[in-house]
Each structure stands twice: as structure tokens, then as C-alpha cells.
Nanobody, 116 residues
């Protein structure tokens, strides 16, 4: 069971990035899939989630700017990030969980840096 993130990078404020999370060893439609982030010196925080049912939820500060989606054919989960702000700078992690239990499968993370 493995998650591998990609798509991070350096972007100016107002720009966009698309993160991708490739899953192996399981099917993303069988799990609730989420994105989290952690900035230096801060706690890891929830960003977005897509449930098995397709219901999506977002952190308030990213709602309307970020979109989480699933690609069932490629077994991936993506996070489209638009109108990025310097405060979005963090390492972003993809994660999976069964039902509403704890997230117990994590990727290695990908760095997003937004310059002002």
C-alpha cells in the first residue's frame, strides 16, 4: 500500500499548481482520500477530503480556491490549487483512511512554495 505525491513547486502569489497522488496496493474509490499540509514550525493541518461517496470537504481558508478530485481510471487523487497565497506554503501530504477512522496511510509529501 503506497501513496506517491507529485506536482509541487515554486509559484508566485495568484498562481496555480496541481498536486497529484498516485495510489498503489488499493483502490482510491474504496477509501476516503485527503490532503493535508504542514508549514515549518506548525502542526499538520487538514486541507481537503473526498469521501467514498464523492462528498468533498475543505478547510475554510482554501474553500473556493482548491478543488479535490479523483481519477478512478488512473487510481489517483488530485488537488487543484488556484489563487495561491504565501500562507499556502507548506509540505503537502496525501492520505487515505477507511470510513471515519484515523488516516493511516500517508505519502512522502511534496513541497509547495508561494512567493509574494
Amino acid at each position: 500500500v503506497q501513496l506517491v505525491e507529485s506536482g509541487g513547486g515554486l509559484v508566485q502569489a495568484g498562481g496555480s499548481l496541481r498536486l497529484s497522488c498516485a495510489a498503489s496496493g488499493f483502490t482510491v474509490t474504496d477509501y476516503n482520500m485527503g490532503w493535508f499540509r504542514q508549514a515549518p514550525g506548525k502542526e499538520r493541518e487538514f486541507v481537503a477530503e473526498v469521501w467514498r461517496s464523492g462528498i468533498r470537504s475543505y478547510r475554510g481558508s482554501v474553500r473556493g480556491r482548491f478543488t479535490i478530485s479523483r481519477d478512478n481510471a488512473n487510481n489517483t487523487v488530485s488537488l487543484q490549487m488556484d489563487n495561491l497565497k504565501p500562507e499556502d506554503t507548506a509540505a503537502y501530504y496525501c492520505a487515505a483512511r477507511v470510513g471515519d477512522g484515523a488516516y493511516d496511510t500517508w505519502g512522502q509529501g511534496t513541497q509547495v512554495t508561494v512567493s509574494s
